[in-house]
Structures are given as C-alpha cells and as structure tokens.
C-alpha cells in the first residue's frame, strides 16, 4: 500500500543493535502498522530494561507502579530462581495497557528480537488495547499510571499511619476476594483520578456524619413476622442484594472497616476490574499481536529490508512461542492460546482470499470478500475470546488441531470421547471450546445474599456449583477466614446445585 | 511516533522492599531452615547463599476457585491420534497421573516453595540468636577489609591533602632553575636605587649607573611576575590508596570431645561456635585451613563429617587432643608462615589428674605458638543457671581459668545457648584495631 518508492536498505545487520537502529526499523514498522494494515494504535513509548528490572516487573504483575506486598516479593523469588537456575526463560517483552503504550524490551534481545518484539507488542497489542471493545469499557487507559501512583502513595501513607502487620492483613484478606471484586456486567463509571480523590473524601464525610442503620443496635420495631418479612425485602432491595461484587459489598457495607481499610479495599477492587478484560481477551489478544508481527516481519524481509539471516532468528522464535503440543506430551500444558489465536486469525485471511466449498458454506458473509484487513479488525474490535471462537472457528483449524473433547464425571470410571474433529463433531466441539474461554463459566458464581443487619450481622453467601463441580473445599476455607476478617461477624457460604431455586 | 526510553540505569531491585516483607514473612520457617543447612553444611562453606525450601501453608494465597475433581466437566484436547466419538479411557487408578499436570499451578498445590536467598540474608538469619553487635555484624560480612595507606604523591587531589613540603620544594627548583630573582635581590637593588637617588647632585656616571639600576629593576619584577613563586605545576598531594589487610595463610584447629556425653545440643553449639571463627577468620585470612581434631581418651585428625557424626565410646583424656595438635603443627603448620586459631570445645569431663598436664601443655608448648585459643564448655541450661561463678567448676575449667589469667590470647566460656557464644570471641574481634601485626 506504502506509495512511496524506496530502494531496499537494510535496517540492521548482525545481532547487536542501538538506539539509532531501534528508531529507523520501529519508524519501518510504523510504516507497514499504520498504513498498510491500517492499525490504529497509541503513542509508543518503548523502554529497554536489563534482565533483573525484567524480573522486578513480573513480580508485581507487570505493572510498573505498584504497592508493596509480600505476595510480590514471593512471586519474585519464584521467578528468580527458576530464571537463574535456566529452568524458564525470561518474557521478552511485557505491555502495559496505558497511553502512551509502554512496552518493556529486555536489552539481552538481539536486533531481530527487538523488531519482532516491537512489531508484536507496540503495535500487535496497542492495537488490540486501543480498539476492544472490552478494554475501551472497563479500563481507563489515560489514567491507569495516575491511580497506580496515587494507590502506591496511599498504601504508603497507611502503613506509616497504622502499621504495616495491619495494612497487610487486609490486604491480604482483599486479594484473596480480588477474583469476586469486580463487576461482570455493570459498566464502573469512569473518574479522573481527581475525581476519585474527591469522592473518597465526600464518602467518608458521609460516612462520618450519617450514623448508618448498620450501627444502630436499638430495635425499632417488634418482630411482627410479616412486617419483618417485608423489612428484609426492603433492606436487600436498598443494600443491592444479591450482589455477585464480594469486595464492592464489603466496601460498602461491612461494619467493622474503617475508612483508610474501605479505600485499600476499592483499590485492590479496581485493579481487579482493570485485569479483567485481559482475562477474557487473551486468546484474541495475543493471536492479533503475533499475526500483526508474523505479517510485519514478512513484509519487511520481501521488501528487503531485513536479511535472510534475521528473518530466521524470526522465525525460529515466533515457532518457539507459537508450538502446540499434543495432550499425550509430557509438554502439554493445555491449549496455547498463541497458537490457536494466530491460527484462526491466519485462517480467517484464508477464508477471505481464497475460500473453499466448506469455508463458503461456513463462513457465508465473509468468504470470498477478499478484504481480510476489515474483518479482522472487525473481529479484535467486537469479541472476546469465547464469542470470537464461536463465530470464527473452522473446520481447517479444528482438524489442523486435531481437536477432541472429553467429559470427565466424578461418578463413572472413565473418561468418554465426546466429540472429534469430524463433520459431526465440528459445531459441538466449538461450543465446547467456546464454554471453556466464556469466563462467566470458569469464573465461581458466587453472590452475597442475605445479611440479618438487625441480628446477628450473619453474611450468607452463595455459590451456584456448575455442572455439580464444588468450590475446592481447603481454598474455600481459607478464604471465607479472610472474608470473616473483612466482615467482622459470621460467615457462611452454601453451594447450590445450579437451576436450583433462587428465591430466598 | 515512538519513543525510547532508556531504563537500564534505572535502580535495580524495585522489588528488594517487598522481598524483605516476604522474608519477614516466613522467617520462623526460614530460619528453621538455615539452622539445618549451618548443621549440615561443612565449617567453611557456611556462608554461601542458600536454597531454602519452607512448607507452603504460611504463604498461599488462597481465593473461591471451582475445585479439580467432581461433577461433570468436559474440556477440548488438541493432537487425536486414533480416538473416535464415544471412546471410553479408564481413569488412572491412584489420583494423579494421565490428566493431573494440569493441576499445581504455581502457588497452589501441596508442595514447598523454594527459593534461594543471598549471602546477606542468610547470614542476618544466622546472626540472629548469636546476638553479635551489629557493627561485628556488619564486618563479618564484608568480604574483604582494606586499609588506607600512603602511596606517595600526586597531582591532584583535594586541597586538604595538599603536601605542603612537597610543594614548597617543587617551587623552590623551579625559581632557581628558570632563576628567579629572589626578593633579597630585589630589595638590594631598590637599596642602591634610593642610595644613588639621595645624591643631590648626580654625577653623569651616577646618572647612567641609576638608569641601568632602574632597567634592571624593572627587568627583575618583570621577572619576578611572569614566573610565579607558586605556579601549579609545583602543587603535591598525598596520595593514598586502599590497600586490602595483609591477607596470610591462616590454620584453624577445631578440638571436640566427642565421647558419649556429648549429645546432638552440645554438638549444634560447638558447631556454630567453630563456624563463627571461621567466619571471622576468612575475613582476615586469603587461605584458610581447617584441622579437625576428635578426642576421646584417644586423639585423632578426622574429616569433617567424621567430626560431627560420628560417635565414639571411652573416656576423657583432653591433654591428648592438645598433643595431637602440637604434633600436626609441627608436621605440618610452621608457626612462622602460619597464623594459628584453635577452638576447643568440650562439655567440661576430663580424666582426673589430666587437667594440669593440659594447662601445662598449652602454657609451655602451644600458647607461644597460637594467635588466639577459645575454650567453651557446653553447659544445660539449668547447670548454667547454678553455677553463677566463674570460680566454680571443674577440673578442667578451674586449670583453664589458670592459663586465661595468664594469657591475654586464651579466652574461655560456658555455653548453654547461642547467644552465649559471642562474648568468647570478644576480645577477639575487639583486638581489630590493633590486629594489622597479627598479618
């Protein structure tokens, strides 16, 4: 598409590389990124970090601000002893969803990793942040790096304010909820980081002046059972019951919490909500960064400004990053979602070129267009993984896979085959795969439902068991501790078999 | 447009606060691991980092999670070979096997976490109940001292190194060699100036003697200006460098006891009261030398495994352990190119009688030789509390107290915790300051 005629200059040469070097291959990449795949992408900014800041920055999930914890400084020691004892390798690049983009490339990378990793994650996944619709609702990529600070700075201020044992305990206590504190279907309203600032301090204005009903042991009324019915009713509509945000309930509403633990706990709440689109997009997320690089690099090298030796050192390690083993590999870990995302999305190119009888019978509204730039950027725009699956998986790509679900259940002494990759296997198999990246399947389904306010402050909580799959029973346990620390009185959880009445 | 941003420079070990709280965090379960490496490990090596592996249950991170067994679930495999719809596979027998990989994800499951701590850390842990002063702390784990010396002159440097002597010399040879006119010169010269001016009446020949006197004058201030009294290139410094201690060879003889009465305490004691010399002498010493030397009523070189587990039947006889050292000394140790250490410990039993013939020995044959010997004698705990004099004791005890009174270089204790242990080395490492000749 690029217009303008250039004679083919190599960008680098050999595995060294510099900063010169950086600008003139990121400025062709650019190139290819924006004007031939049309990618609508933030501003960059790249940084090169040493091997140990790489491990710093995986330690405090990947974010380049953070508070302190000991679970970071566990997850550290973790990952620095497996990389030094040469067990794993280091990532070679990690992306923040912020604007500007902040990409970190470590400086070990020769000059050809540089452009895959550039090309893969300043442009691949920048893309990806910028247009999803999943990041564009929940994440606020303007002000992320702003309320990192400010979260950091807060927590700082606690500890020196009460203690470090306390503020840890309640952070502890908040992460362990971190997976039940996010909202999966109301859209948070968005809220510069000044605006936050001044609600938390109207809320605890608020808070203070209005002596809430929760602090309020003098009994009003007898207990007549019908009025007191009604009352509960009352209570759960005004308290928002049931309520599926565990750590946004306990913000609100837990008696024993003081306005600096309440604030921890909306941040830990808010970081939860941030990383929840990448939950659900990371298939999609990385597919369209590796066919962004795949399809860079390989312009690159025809247009010769890359040599043979680079395009190898390329390919060797997109294949590395890109291998699917088999389920009878002692490498198996599962489906890599790099593989499948790349595959699909290389497939879904195929169908738009050069479609077959099948793909036409498929996929009737794109086979055939010939304009793949559009659909697929159609498709990183509109879906997550789940419905991404169950509309773009073919047929080509299940048997590339050699795909097979088995069901497994707890009462029978086998595993059965239920589907293949054959004709009559192909839709089941979808839907099955589709269930397994829906995160409103593999997420728990858990929701506080009632609390006798007036009584004995008992929070009953309720787990909807899917498929007769339990909560796993020593983990539940130690969580409920945690919640019992945040509520201050009893605690209980009852798992429900799902299609089980939910009247109260 | 993209823009690079350079972070190489940056601060490293973002992470070291919340490895510390991490630390802090398992520190009862670390330091039960430490304590067992220091009594697995051999003398000299205690102080390497340490791959520590504590139980996991301090440290999960738990949250509400589907658990891996039970109900009904179907998941999607990739790589069929020959399976077809409807095929059944028997579920493997015991629990793991066929599909458990996909469990245990880090965090989870049953199993230890292991890292590795640093150096630093380790030895912090092993200080703790030691309850050394923080500033004998600090030194022993430096690992190398230095000393500054005088390497003589410089350049430059900082003014208040600035060697006067030095300086002044330089200028003084300067002045003569360019010849400068010195200011006795001048003023004789303005002396004969003013003697000629006072003549009322000049004659012609007094008249061109002034002028020449006046060009001359002129000619030495000029002189005088241009080449300076001082100029910089005459400026010394003193220049020091920093010279690392004399390092020397140095021998390390540990002495046990190890008849039966010695029990696994004792033993754990005397081993951290024998690493701690150690580490005090590998900080002073290039080459250290370990001699390890058991007795019972008969003394012998042992390895260092030997030393500690194995164990023996028979009585007591110290002095025999002391003959044996002066007998490897002599071998193998000279006195002149060695400096020798020696740590005795015992539980305080000697064969009757034996007791002199030891203080004898050390104060006539191997105190002439010894940098430093230190003696303790594990104690229970209760005993400690009932002997409240150091007058009291033993045999041995009260022959030892003897050669301490005499020797500035023999320190003794008795022990019953590991806190005790410091304050036998005190002097020891007190004597730093003054330790340069020890080299």
């Known amino acids: ?504 | 447009m993209a823009h690079f941003v350079d972070r190489r420079l940056n601060p490293k070990d973002k992470s070291l606060g919340n490895r510390r709280r991490f630390l802090k965090r398992v520190r009862a379960q670390v330091k039960k691991a430490v304590n067992e490496t220091v009594n697995k490990r051999r003398v000299a090596d205690v102080d390497r980092g340490e791959s520590v592996s504590i139980p996991a249950d301090g440290i999960s991170e738990p949250s509400f999670h589907y658990a891996r067994e039970g109900g009904r679930r179907e998941r999607v495999f990739t790589g069929n070979k020959d399976y077809r719809a409807g095929d059944r596979i028997d579920k493997p027998r015991s629990g793991g096997g066929g599909r458990g990989r996909q469990g245990a994800a880090e965090g989870e499951g049953e199993d230890d976490f292991l890292f590795v701590l640093s150096r630093d850390e380790f030895l912090d842990i092993f200080f703790e109940d030691l309850e050394l002063p923080d500033l004998i702390k600090r030194s022993l784990k430096e690992i190398k001292t230095t000393r500054t010396q005088r390497a003589g002159f410089t350049v430059t440097g900082s003014p208040a190194n600035i060697s006067v002597k030095r300086t002044m010399s330089n200028a003084l040879g300067r002045r003569l060699a360019l010849n400068r006119p010195s200011e006795r010169e001048v003023r004789d010269l303005r002396e004969q100036i003013f003697a000629l001016e006072k003549v009322s009446r000049p004659t012609k020949k007094q008249r061109e003697e002034l002028k020449r006197l006046h060009d001359e004058l002129e000619t030495m201030l000029r002189r005088q200006r241009v080449i300076g009294y001082i100029d910089p290139l005459d400026v010394r410094y003193n220049y020091f460098v920093q010279k690392p201690e004399p390092n020397a060879k140095a021998v390390m003889f540990c002495l046990m006891d190890v008849s039966a009465s010695m029990g696994e305490r004792e033993k754990e004691l005397a081993k951290r009261f024998f690493v701690l010399l150690h580490l005090f002498l590998s900080r002073r010493y290039d080459k250290i030398e370990l001699v390890f030397i058991r007795h019972t009523h008969d003394a012998s070189e042992v390895d260092e495994d030997t030393f500690f587990y194995s164990r023996e039947t028979g009585g007591t006889v110290v002095s025999t352990a002391l003959v044996e050292m002066k007998k490897i000394v002599d071998q193998r140790y000279p006195a002149s190119e060695w400096n020798i250490y020696a740590a005795q410990a015992s539980d305080g039993e000697n064969f009757s009688g034996d007791s002199a013939r030891c203080a004898d020995l050390l104060l006539s044959q191997l105190m002439p030789l010894c940098q430093y010997f230190a003696y303790i004698e594990i104690v229970d705990e209760e005993e400690a509390r009932l002997i409240n004099s150091e007058a009291n004791g033993m045999e041995l005890w009260r022959a030892y107290r003897g050669v301490a009174a005499k020797l500035g270089n023999f320190a003794m204790k008795r022990i019953a915790r590991p806190a005790d242990i410091y304050p036998v080395f005190r002097e020891l490492f007190a004597r730093r300051s003054e330790g340069a000749e020890n080299g």
């Open chain 1, 1 to 504: 598409m690029a217009k303008r005629p250039r004679k083919p200059e190599l960008l680098f040469e050999g595995s060294d590389w510099d900063f010169d070097m950086l600008q003139r291959t990121t400025e062709a990449i650019e190139e290819i990124a924006l004007q031939d795949l049309g990618l609508n992408v933030y501003t960059n900014q790249i940084e090169i970090i040493s091997s140990e800041q790489m491990l710093d920055a995986y330690s405090s999930i990947g974010m380049p601000l953070m508070y302190r914890h000991w679970s970071f400084g566990k997850h550290f020691l973790h990952h620095e002893r497996l990389y030094r004892k040469g067990m794993r390798g280091l990532a070679y690049e990690i992306v923040i969803n912020s604007n500007p983009c902040i990409s970190y490339c470590m400086e070990e990378n020769t000059m050809a990793l540089q452009a895959l990793v550039i090309a893969h994650a300043a442009f691949g996944h920048n893309h990806f942040f910028k247009n999803n619709h999943l990041f564009l609702q929940w994440t606020d990529a303007d002000g992320v790096l702003d309320y990192l600070s400010y979260a950091r700075g807060f927590i700082a201020q606690c500890e020196e304010r009460h203690g470090v044992d306390e503020v840890e305990a309640i952070l502890d206590s908040a992460h362990a909820l971190m997976p039940n504190g996010v909202f999966r279907r109301r859209r948070p309203p968005r809220l510069s980081l000044r605006e936050e600032e001044e609600r938390r301090l109207e809320r605890i204005r608020a808070e203070e002046e209005a002596v809430h009903y929760l602090w309020d042991t003098l009994p009003r009324r007898g207990a007549g059972s019908v009025a007191a019915d009604r009352e509960r009713l009352e209570r759960k509509r005004e308290m928002h019951l049931p309520e599926e945000n565990i750590l946004y309930f306990l913000e609100h509403y837990s008696p024993i919490l003081r306005p600096w633990q309440r604030e921890i706990i909306r941040i830990v709440r808010n970081i939860g909500q941030y990383f929840y689109p990448q939950k659900q997009t990371k298939l999609m997320n990385e597919g369209c960064a590796c066919f962004v690089h795949y399809y860079i690099m390989n312009e690159l090298h025809r247009s010769g400004r890359i040599n043979d030796g680079a395009m190898l050192e390329v390919l060797h390690n997109h294949s590395n990053v890109l291998t699917q083993p088999d389920f009878d590999d002692p490498r198996y870990g599962g489906i890599n979602p790099y593989a499948l995302g790349f595959a699909m999305m290389q497939d879904i190119r195929r169908i738009c070129e050069e479609p077959g009888e099948e793909d036409i019978e498929w996929f009737p509204d794109i086979a055939g267009c010939g304009d793949w730039r559009r659909v697929l950027k159609d498709a990183w725009a509109n879906y997550r993984d789940e419905s991404f699956i169950q509309q773009f998986l073919s047929p080509t790509v299940m048997r590339h896979f050699k795909m097979f679900s088995l069901v497994d259940d707890a009462s029978k002494p086998f595993y059965a085959v239920s589907h293949i990759h054959d004709e009559r296997g192909f839709r089941e198999l979808r839907d099955s795969l589709a269930r397994e990246y829906d995160v409103a399947v593999a997420d728990t389904d858990i929701q506080v439902v009632d609390v006798d306010l007036l009584g004995d402050r008992w929070l009953k909580l309720r787990s909807v068991k899917r498929n007769g799959v339990p909560l796993e029973p020593a983990d539940r346990d130690a969580t409920l501790l945690h919640l019992r620390r945040l509520w201050g009185y009893k605690v209980e959880i009852e798992e429900i078999s799902e299609g089980a009445s939910l009247a109260s």
